[in-house]
């Protein structure tokens, strides 16, 4: 069977579709040859607690440590700690045969029974990798046998994911003095000030050219943005205002496109002044209509949010994974002020009184947009959203900063601003399926529930491989009926793709990059073994 999972590469790019709104060059090739700089110093917003890939450590997880595949920039699944793989013929089955050439950067050898080891230890923690679906693990010789409950077609993408650490090493203070086998070492960390990688001399995939990394915990932009003009740091992450406004001497500035989505997650059913399981309100009687929540997709020009709220640095948004395979091209949909207006007159919303508001029955079509208060970019494009459904279709949205505590509280009830992107389809299970509907855990807080795309949705996680569950995750999107696009149901308004920017010193090759999922820092690093100096 096939191991290979092919990128869309033609979605990314399609014209008018997820082409950016600066329409900026790619990223320049790769320099021929290093001029003998070793050293890298970044600014980051924040550091981790830990470094236990087992008990929470997974951002930034391949710098440290090898899983036993990893996903290259096109998404293709290709070999790490492991050699070569297969997959028995029912799909529960994956056996994975390891490379013997591995060394931990203590210089012991990776063995099956490190692998056994920790994916068992893995299993009895509470982490974001989900292992509940694996059945039993063998490892005998020099494989290690997988065996699953059922067939998971993302299961291969969560074995990425899992880094390998040595069993008789394991100690209670390892999460804070690891040992891995990836291209980089710890070797200090000053909590909530900084950590320093060094290049791991042993490393299977080729010594990394950069020798010595320094992550510099810098929470607010104006300290990196002054890091950056002083000359203090030779790679930094910068704010679309701050990129708009500035240039500096030496350094260039770098845009990563990326699936870090935002849009308006809007309940769709009526408030009925019932509770949910946590004691709050349920529904929302304006956004439940249908009308009203497809007026606001079609109706909305993101160009000009992305131009409003991000300075131009971004791209429309569609749908939770634009440009990842599984993305259903068809859930791109144009802008048609006039197609957005005759919906709301179908559905009975008029400005009866003139004050420019719509409404229907004597409900005004009003509603309040929450945002996390001192989130500069929600706040932004939440109110760029606002100015055009006020102005353009008779839409009164209140935007509105609130702590996460109390946004908590009334997601269930009014609409809110979400971001979400990631390299993993199962994302779409967890944001669309049912069973998720109405939980405090903010993945599907608009109660969102379709027997159709459930179907989908199953059928998609439970395929054999990931070849095989692409038209399913393309599907639950949008089958031409139904679907958890903008095209069918609308229980999401997807706005925007922010580009991630940086500001980096001329010289400097940062590789190439995956599409970005959400969250600027971790990204970017994914690949820190392919930097190097011009």
């Not at 210089?107 to 230890?121: A, K, M, R, W």
């Not at 899992?162 to 390892?174: L, N, R, S």
């Not at 990394?208 to 104006?222: G, H, I, N, Q, Y």
């Not at 500069?376 to 609130?402: F, K, Y």
Request: charged content about 20%; some cysteine; overall charge negative.
């Amino acid at each position: 069977m096939k191991r290979i999972l092919k990128a869309a590469a033609g979605l990314l790019l399609a014209p008018g579709i997820f082409a950016g709104c600066t329409g900026k060059e790619p990223a320049a090739p790769p320099p021929e040859k290093s001029a003998g700089k070793t050293e890298v110093l970044l600014g980051f917003s924040g550091l981790p607690a830990h470094f236990d890939p087992l008990n929470g450590f997974s951002n930034g997880v391949q710098l440290l440590y090898s899983g036993l595949v990893q996903t290259d920039p096109d998404m293709n699944i290709i070999p790490d700690l492991a050699e070569s793989y297969r997959v028995s013929g029912d799909a529960l089955t994956y056996t994975f045969t390891l490379r013997k050439d591995v060394l931990f950067s203590d210089g012991t050898p990776v063995s099956p029974e490190d692998v056994l080891f920790s994916y068992t230890t893995l299993m009895q923690n509470a982490t974001s990798l989900d292992l509940s679906g694996v059945s039993r693990i063998r490892a005998q010789d020099n494989t290690v046998e997988i065996t699953l409950k059922k067939p998971n077609s993302v299961f291969i993408l969560t074995v990425a994911q899992v880094g390998i650490v040595p069993k008789d090493a394991y100690t209670p203070d390892f999460a804070l003095k690891p040992i891995g086998s990836g291209p980089f070492k710890l070797v200090q960390y000053d909590v909530d000030q900084q950590f320093i990688l060094e290049a791991n001399e042993t490393y299977y995939g080729g010594v990394p050219e950069v020798k010595r990394v320094t992550f510099l915990k810098m929470a607010s932009e104006d300290t990196r943005l002054l890091a950056a003009k002083s000359g203090q740091v030779d790679i930094t992450l910068v704010s679309a205002t701050i990129a708009a406004s500035n240039r500096i001497p030496g350094y260039k500035l770098l845009v990563e496109k990326s699936v870090d989505n935002m849009g308006i997650a809007a309940p769709v059913t009526p408030n009925l002044g019932g509770k949910n399981e946590y004691g709050y309100s349920v529904g929302n009687n304006v956004t439940s209509d249908p009308g009203i929540r497809k007026a606001l997709a079609f109706g909305l020009d993101r160009q000009k949010i992305c131009a409003d709220a991000l300075n131009g640095f971004g791209s429309p948004a569609y749908s939770e994974n634009d440009g990842m395979p599984w993305s259903n091209p068809e859930s791109a949909i144009p802008f048609d002020l006039e197609y957005a207006k005759k919906l709301l007159d179908d559905a009975g919303w008029i400005d009866t009184d003139g004050d420019g508001i719509r409404e229907k029955g004597g409900l005004k079509a009003s509603f309040s947009l929450l945002y996390f208060a001192g989130d500069s970019v929600r706040q932004a494009v939440g109110m760029a959203a606002s100015q055009q459904a006020r102005t353009n279709l008779g839409l009164e949205i209140i935007v509105e900063g609130v702590g996460e505590e109390d946004i908590a509280k009334r997601m269930f009830s009014e609409p809110i601003i979400l971001a979400w992107g990631s390299s993993n389809p199962m994302t779409s299970y967890m944001l669309f399926h049912s069973s998720n509907a109405g939980k405090n855990d903010w993945y599907n807080p608009e109660n969102f529930r379709n027997e159709t795309v459930d179907r989908y949705l199953e059928a998609g996680l439970n395929a054999s491989s990931l070849e095989e569950a692409l038209p399913f995750w393309k599907q639950a999107q949008w089958d031409g009926f139904t679907g958890t696009s903008m095209r069918g149901a609308a229980p999401y308004i997807f706005l925007i793709n922010k580009d991630h920017l940086y500001f980096v010193r001329e010289g400097l090759y940062t590789g190439r990059q995956k599409i970005h999922a959400h969250g600027e820092a971790w990204p970017l690093v994914a690949n820190l073994r392919e930097w190097r100096w011009e």
